[in-house]
């Protein structure tokens, strides 16, 4: 009897949604339903994420997903980033991998099929090389408890989310935005699933804050990604800023390229599978002694994600009749 009603009192303590990919469980904590670390795609280095769309069980999601690797992975953050250290993570711990594409719903605990609620998709921001979705100051999103879906995502960062090589170019046909691409599938992912645990597809809005309000904003102006959201919020880091004037990928390749010297490979294949933590330690160390490598991981035009400058691309949506 004691175990029966221990059993009881801890599957009232987890929700069980099905969705398309399958049947999936959540925490319950304080009227939320936490379903942390859902894989919404896969990928190798440098290639474009496959959409998850089924997966074989029950997947039980009460643990967040590895982050993407970063410098805080090799490095000691509290010496190197010490506020960030101290306002973002503090007193967490946190895994990295290069398998790194999950994301986390967060729905109020009466949630349902016919519920319907609007669903808002927080993107972290880190200066696209840092930072993943459980930090301390948005893991836990209030939202539910105002009737909003809220929806946190990982996606890759810095040389693994917008290395630019010819290597791929000659796979794929282009190169660079991988954790734009991320994004852009997540929200897929998003649109597909999200009506079993009680939202509304086509009430999706995306929010970010630094390089987050940097993504919505590319995300904005993305042919791919125009159907997937509808409304936007921008936080300290939209607008047209210098950072934000993209090139072609194919401008600084040459940077990403001094990684084969660097690390002695002679071919695309075998820089994709160099050990991951040596070459994030040869990356940092080329940002730091060469002209021009510290900001290269960053958004580029790609021809599919991104067409075309912000200038240009504002300029012709501003231009088009209404």
């Not at 959201?229 to 993209?246: C, D, E, P, Y």
């Not at 580029?300 to 994600?305: F, L, M, N, V």
């Amino acid at each position: 009897n004691m175990m029966d009603k221990y059993n009881k009192e801890i599957n009232n303590m987890i929700k069980s949604v099905i969705n398309p990919c399958g049947e999936v469980r959540g925490k319950i904590e304080d009227g939320i339903v936490k379903f942390k670390g859902i894989r919404y795609a896969t990928s190798k280095r440098w290639g474009y994420p496959t959409l998850v769309k089924k997966w074989d069980g029950v997947l039980d999601a009460f643990e967040y997903g590895d982050c993407c690797y970063q410098k805080r992975a090799i490095f000691d953050e509290e010496i190197e980033n010490s506020f960030y250290y101290r306002e973002y993570r503090k007193g967490l711990k946190y895994t990295y991998s290069e398998d790194c594409l999950f994301l986390n719903v967060f729905t109020p605990e009466d949630a349902n099929l016919d519920s319907k609620l609007p669903v808002i998709v927080y993107i972290h921001g880190g200066s696209f090389r840092s930072c993943s979705a459980n930090e301390l100051c948005f893991m836990d999103p209030i939202w539910p408890k105002k009737g909003v879906i809220g929806v946190t995502i990982n996606y890759r960062l810095g040389l693994l989310g917008f290395g630019c090589f010819q290597g791929a170019i000659d796979e794929s046909g282009r190169t660079g935005n991988y954790g734009l691409a991320d994004q852009i599938c997540a929200l897929e992912w998003i649109k597909e699933n999200i009506e079993a645990f009680g939202g509304d597809s086509s009430n999706v809005t995306i929010m970010g804050q630094s390089a987050g309000a940097m993504s919505v904003q590319d995300l904005c102006l993305s042919p791919l990604a125009e159907p997937l959201f509808h409304k936007t919020v921008m936080i300290s880091g939209g607008g047209v800023h210098k950072l934000m004037t993209h090139q072609p990928s194919t401008s600084k390749m040459h940077l990403f390229e001094k990684l084969y010297e660097a690390t002695g490979c002679s071919s695309f294949e075998e820089l994709r599978n160099y050990d991951v933590v040596e070459l994030f330690k040869k990356y940092y160390y080329l940002c730091d002694n060469v002209k021009g490598m510290g900001m290269i991981g960053t958004p580029y035009i790609d021809g599919e994600i991104l067409v075309d400058t912000q200038f240009n691309r504002l300029s012709k949506i501003s231009n088009k009749p209404h």
